[in-house]
């Protein structure tokens, strides 16, 4: 034990979070595949470790789905799959590279087992940015690396063929880099910062609004201007080479994935809420040509829009209580379909609760601290960083689609704020009781964090009853 105590904490941290990971990995050595992402990657990955690009759809696959949706078959069919588009390479490579060196047969296991490592790098990371957004507060650091050590939902993540896996260490590694680079003043670093938001946006291209604004930020925090220059093209230097094999592919200038026009049409259709729906979901794929389904999806998204520009933004409005609501999407998924079995209610009651308040008690601290950070002129650059990252990653989710698994990305920079909050409570509430509009602030956000995530149990009550009642496990809900 006097051994253990005497590592750092951040390796200390890391092997917490490693060791509660491996459990439930261990425990689901043969759960299959869950959802239809998870599907997808995997034939991605499986395409590129047999060397035949990166194509889905193959024949076999094609087989195996044919008996639940049509697929419509555009031009010639290559029995290998359908070179695409339509995701990002970033999180299929990844998938490749760990299947070449494993048995296909254990594929899953080998996965599973290195997005634990990979989790569980999320708490010495959250513990290192804290330090340096908070560094006269070493309490705040240890508070945040260890919620992410222990965060319940992150603990299954490993489970699952998500990009969360690798996006969320991504995110907190460049986040992190950047903030070492300012101090270092090294194009090295620089360089390195850039490249980790590279391999991100190649992960989820969503992450891409936030670097134009990391660059702006560069620009006047940086010792030096040509600090934003080298971030840039370090980032170029990963986005550019796929963005041009993708327009070549379609003829056209295309990004890093073109989902836009999917999403759109999930976004603003008629019969849609703002978030993912299974039965709109299904609308485009049929198509196997990622250019006409962008173009379909963008023209029919458009046009939702135009018909109803008024249902539009308070869609958006609804989008961003779906991007904050509570993290039990996947669980009521998974429950409902018999992944458990059944478990009787006041233990599920538990279970769920274990799983889903840990983010609006760090969400609510976060909240709390927020109004007595200082007049804008006195907040750290290193603060301003943390906000741009949060504005910049959110408000593309507002015009997209936005559901709760979204805002997992931004759990480091919550935890830091929640660690702060809750580490100087009782210097703020002297603060709150000599400032009383500050309070008055506090209440106001927490009451909107409230309020969102009481209409959302409120809004699914009836679902709720049928999943605590007798048959719940056989409920059937799609996801």
């Known amino acids: 034990m006097n051994k253990l105590r005497s ?38 990955a499986r395409s590129l470790a047999a060397g035949q690009g990166f194509r889905w759809y193959g024949q076999a696959d094609i087989d195996q789905i044919r008996q639940f949706i049509a697929i419509d078959f555009i031009g010639d069919y290559d029995p290998r799959g359908v070179l695409t588009s339509f995701r990002a390479p970033g999180y299929p490579a990844l998938l490749a590279a760990i299947y070449a060196i494993s048995d296909l047969q254990w594929r899953l296991l080998a996965a599973r087992l ?22 006269g507060n070493p309490q705040a650091a240890r508070f945040a690396g260890g919620a992410l050590a222990v965060y319940p939902m992150l603990l299954l993540y490993p489970l699952a063929l998500a990009t969360e896996n690798l996006f969320i260490p991504l995110v907190a590694a460049g986040f992190l880099a950047t903030l070492v680079a300012v101090e270092r003043d090294r194009a090295r670093h620089y360089l390195l910062a850039g490249a980790l938001f590279g391999l991100a946006t190649l992960t989820r291209s969503v992450i891409f609004g936030f670097v134009g604004l990391a660059v702006l930020w560069l620009w006047f925090y940086a010792p030096r201007r040509s600090a934003a220059l080298y971030f840039l093209l370090a980032v170029l230097v990963f986005v550019v080479p796929w963005s041009l094999r993708n327009s070549l592919l379609h003829g056209k200038p295309t990004f890093v994935e073109n989902s836009m026009g999917y999403n759109l049409h999930m976004g603003f259709h008629p019969q849609g809420n703002g978030t993912f729906q299974f039965g709109i979901s299904l609308e485009l794929v049929p198509y196997l040509d990622d250019s006409l389904r962008n173009d379909l999806g ?16 308070r869609l958006a409005a609804d989008k961003l209580g779906f991007f904050f609501s509570l993290e039990r999407r996947a669980l009521t998924y998974f429950y409902g379909n018999n992944f458990f079995g059944y478990i009787p209610s006041l233990p599920l009651a538990a279970f769920f609760a274990v799983f889903t308040l840990p983010f609006p008690l760090l ?31 959110t408000l593309p989710h ?22 702060d909050t809750w580490t100087r409570r009782a210097e703020l509430a002297a603060a709150a009781r000599a400032q009383r509009w500050r309070l008055g602030l506090t209440a106001l956000l927490l009451a909107l964090l409230w309020l969102n995530w009481g209409g959302e149990i409120w809004r699914d009550w009836e679902k709720l009853t049928i999943l605590f009642g007798p048959e719940g496990n056989r409920a059937g809900f799609s996801y």
């Open 298 to 313: 963008t023209q029919a998204g458009l046009e939702f829009i135009r018909q109803d520009p008024g249902r539009a933004l």
């Open 7 to 44: 590592l750092p904490l951040p390796l200390r941290l890391f092997g917490l979070a490693l060791l509660l990971r491996l459990l439930p990995v261990l425990f689901a050595i043969h759960l299959p595949i869950g959802l239809d992402d998870m599907f997808q990657y995997d034939m991605l």
């Open 398 to 419: 507002l015009i997209l689609i936005a559901e709760d698994r979204f805002h997992m990305a931004l759990l480091p920079g919550i935890a830091a704020l929640a660690g």
């Open 363 to 393: 969400t609510s601290l976060a909240a709390a601290g927020l109004p007595f950070a200082g007049r804008l002129a006195h907040i750290s650059r290193q603060r301003v960083l943390l906000y741009l990252l949060i504005a910049g990653y």
């Open 114 to 135: 290195a997005q634990a490592v990979l989790g569980a790098s999320l708490a010495p990371l959250t513990y290192w940015l804290t330090q340096r957004l908070f560094p």
